[in-house]
């Protein structure tokens, strides 16, 4: 149960002198908001960000480009709004990493279309909060109007001219990472608080605070929430079993949201087909038969991922509930003279099984061989298992991962 922080009615020795005490704005960046805090704004949230050139241009340009911009004029939100500078030192940084690793640089438009996606709507909240909804002392769980991604925003005072807590009131918003433990979460922190706007409020965000809670300096990934092999809207990562003998089966056209670099890396000179869901990854038509779609014969129906090369790869986020030792069983297939056949899965970016290798079987691309892996230590919590083609022509159709100690 969340407890609310009581707060004292009516007006304090203290209280008076705080109002005419100046000197007390907290203030970052080049922009200082402070001002705006606790205003009526007569439009939309949308407009009220059209209303100010040169603070949020880099906001509407992707608010545009997801097509959100009727949610900001019509849905009840409440918006955490970035700065131009939040974006700025984002795309500096990330085109920094990328230039490390010899890698062209881009820009808010060349960014794939699902990184932006994941990481923009998180600022974008269902219903209206104002700063006294979040005063509580673990904060108030919140989602995101797409994805129904978990956020958590908690009401702070700072201080000022001596007094303790006796400045602007703030917010810290949280970046949970899907966890339920607040040591994992990413704090970011509002400049400016309670601006209403006709569908809901708006609370800025420091000048200092970096665009998607500083990721975009790793792969940012997140598991595929529109799967017909798991409960519709499923959005967490795939959950490995506890109990010793059991196994979880995922099937290979359910790798991460995230796009090209982040999520998968396909290459772009062969381009095949295009079933399942919108990517570049080549995703075969539909295989039909228990027999030759996965081991436990789950669905009766699936897709492979075909048309491969070597170099490729495809990451999924899964989840140890406690730590132990799998195995990974994949059902592979080839239908040309490629031989032998190699790949191999990486655990955070390591390889954890070394090259796997088969022959193709008699049947042709969709007669799957089932090639296990040695055993490999998970530890508990959040990872990315990622499958790596080390040899053209793999088609890849489903894996299980099987707990064994």
């Given at each position: 149960m969340m407890k609310k922080v009581?707060?004292?009615?009516?007006?304090?020795?203290?209280?008076?002198?705080l109002m005419i005490v100046s000197g007390c704005e907290k203030t970052q960046g080049d922009y200082n908001a402070v001002n705006e805090s606790n205003q009526t704004f007569a439009g939309s949230t949308y407009d009220y960000?059209?209303?100010?050139?040169?603070?949020?241009?880099?906001?509407?340009?992707?608010?545009?480009?997801?097509?959100l911009a009727d949610t900001l004029k019509m849905q009840n939100v409440t918006l955490f709004a970035v700065t131009n500078e939040g974006f700025?030192?984002?795309?500096?940084?990330?085109?920094?990493?990328?230039?490390?690793?010899?890698?062209?640089?881009?820009?808010?438009?060349?960014?794939?279309?699902?990184?932006?996606?994941?990481?923009?709507?998180?600022?974008?909240?269902?219903?209206?909060?104002?700063a006294d909804d979040f005063n509580y002392i673990d904060?108030?769980?919140?989602?995101?109007?797409?994805?129904?991604?978990?956020?958590?925003?908690k009401l702070g005072t700072s201080n000022a001219s001596g007094f303790m807590k006796g400045g602007p009131a703030y917010l810290d918003f949280f970046f949970t990472k899907k966890s339920i433990f607040s040591k994992d979460w990413v704090k970011g922190s509002t400049m400016a608080i309670n601006i209403k706007t006709s569908n809901?409020?708006?609370?800025?965000?420091?000048?200092?605070?970096?665009f998607g809670f500083g990721k975009y300096n790793e792969?940012?990934?997140?598991?595929?929430?529109?799967?017909?092999?798991?409960?519709?809207g499923v959005s967490t990562p795939w959950e490995l079993p506890s109990v010793i003998g059991q196994s979880t089966l995922v099937e290979a056209e359910d790798f991460?949201?995230?796009?090209?670099?982040?999520?998968y890396y396909d290459d772009p000179s062969t381009n095949g087909g295009k079933n399942y869901r919108p990517s570049d990854v080549d995703t075969d038509i539909l295989t039909k038969g228990k027999g030759k779609t996965d081991v436990g014969g789950t669905y009766g129906d699936s897709y492979s991922i075909g048309w491969t090369k070597a170099g490729e790869w495809l990451n999924y986020s899964i989840y140890a509930p406690v730590e132990g030792d799998y195995v990974i069983t994949s059902r592979v297939g080839n239908g040309n003279n490629t031989t032998p056949l190699k790949f191999h899965y990486d655990l955070d970016l390591k390889n954890v099984t070394g090259s796997l290798t088969f022959v193709k079987g008699p049947g042709g691309w969709h007669d799957?061989?089932?090639?296990?892996?040695?055993t490999i230590h998970i530890t508990q919590g959040n990872h990315v298992l990622r499958f790596f083609h080390e040899t053209n022509d793999v088609q890849f159709n489903n894996f299980t991962i099987k707990r064994v100690n």
């Open positions: 009581l707060t004292m009615s009516g007006i304090s020795l203290v209280a008076a002198l960000l059209k209303s100010r050139p040169g603070v949020f241009d880099s906001l509407i340009s992707v608010i545009d480009r997801l097509k700025q030192q984002v795309v500096s940084k990330y085109n920094l990493s990328r230039k490390i690793r010899n890698r062209p640089p881009v820009y808010l438009n060349d960014m794939a279309y699902n990184f932006i996606d994941s990481l923009v709507t998180r600022y974008i909240i269902r219903g209206s909060y104002i904060g108030k769980p919140i989602t995101s109007v797409r994805w129904n991604y978990p956020m958590v925003g809901g409020i708006v609370h800025i965000m420091e000048a200092v605070h970096p792969a940012v990934t997140e598991p595929y929430d529109n799967s017909l092999y798991r409960p519709a991460d949201l995230g796009g090209q670099f982040i999520a799957w061989i089932p090639v296990q892996s040695p």
